[in-house]
Nanobody
Framework: QVQLVESGGGLVQPGGSLRLSCAASGSIFGVGDMGWYRQAPGKQRELVAITSGGATNYADSVKGRFTISRDNAKNTVYLQMNSLKPEDTAVYYC??????????????WGQGTQVTVSS
């Protein structure tokens, strides 16, 4: 069984920072792309940031404020969020392509962590 466990969400004032973590565990042969998505109330889930083969991509709304990174030895992806705005309020989900064998990967999701930006 493979699990993605997230941590680091919470309540923060506008302009503040949070760091999210997502660790993959279980029967893992390898880990491919890892990313973060978010879903605000009444809205569709959207891509926030992704790391793929050493490259990173960000949604326009978070460029210059958020940084995605990963520790391959720990099968962990991070999202450093600075200069947070109320519109960043959402449930944040991590996502990873995990190889459980040499034959291919499956997509796994974390359980979600709430980020609330409010004064």
């Amino acid at each position: 069984q493979v699990q993605l466990v997230e941590s680091g969400g919470g309540l923060v004032q506008p302009g503040g920072s949070l760091r999210l973590s997502c660790a993959a565990s279980g029967s893992i042969f390898g880990v491919g792309d890892m990313g973060w998505y978010r879903q605000a109330p009444g809205k569709q889930r959207e891509l926030v940031a992704i790391t793929s083969g050493g490259a990173t991509n960000y949604a326009d709304s978070v460029k210059g404020r958020f940084t995605i990174s990963r520790d391959n030895a720990k099968n962990t992806v991070y999202l450093q969020m600075n200069s947070l705005k109320p519109e960043d309020t959402a449930v944040y989900y991590c996502n990873a392509a995990i190889y459980v064998s040499v034959y291919g990967s499956n997509i796994f999701w974390g359980q979600g962590t709430q980020v609330t930006v409010s004064s």
